[in-house]
Nanobody
Framework: QVQLVGSGGGLVQAGGSLRLSCAAS????????TGWFRQAPGQDRELVTA????????YYRDSVKGRFTISRDNAANTVYLQMINLKPEDTAVYYC????????????WGQGTQVTVSS
């Protein structure tokens, strides 16, 4: 059993920065990767970035490369998403999720946190 709590969303101006947190508890040793998804109004949910817990390797979708950084704090069982140079198109509800090491599917989800970027 894994529980995730996402937080850190808010309202920022274009060009600003924001840091999201995803705190994990329970059987965290069973997590393979932790990812951040987002869903904008009228849009499909998309994977933004992910990090592997074993070696720390990362993935970023092209639209956020150079602006977003995912990191982890093993002692705190927490994954962070540092976002800089935010753009209005980054506005969405952001969700953190963790994948199952057996199936590599995202089976554990936190609640969404709203990120709004004004122009």
């Amino acid at each position: 059993q894994v529980q995730l709590v996402g937080s850190g969303g808010g309202l920022v101006q274009a060009g600003g920065s924001l840091r999201l947190s995803c705190a994990a508890s329970g059987r965290t040793s069973s997590i393979y990767t932790t990812g951040w998804f987002r869903q904008a109004p009228g849009q499909d949910r998309e994977l933004v970035t992910a990090i592997r817990w074993d070696d720390g390797s990362t993935y970023y979708r092209d639209s956020v490369k150079g602006r977003f950084t995912i990191s982890r704090d093993n002692a705190a069982n927490t994954v962070y998403l540092q976002m800089i140079n935010l753009k209005p198109e980054d506005t969405a509800v952001y969700y953190c999720a963790a994948s199952n090491p057996s199936t590599y599917t995202y089976d554990f989800w936190g609640q969404g946190t709203q990120v709004t970027v004004s122009s």
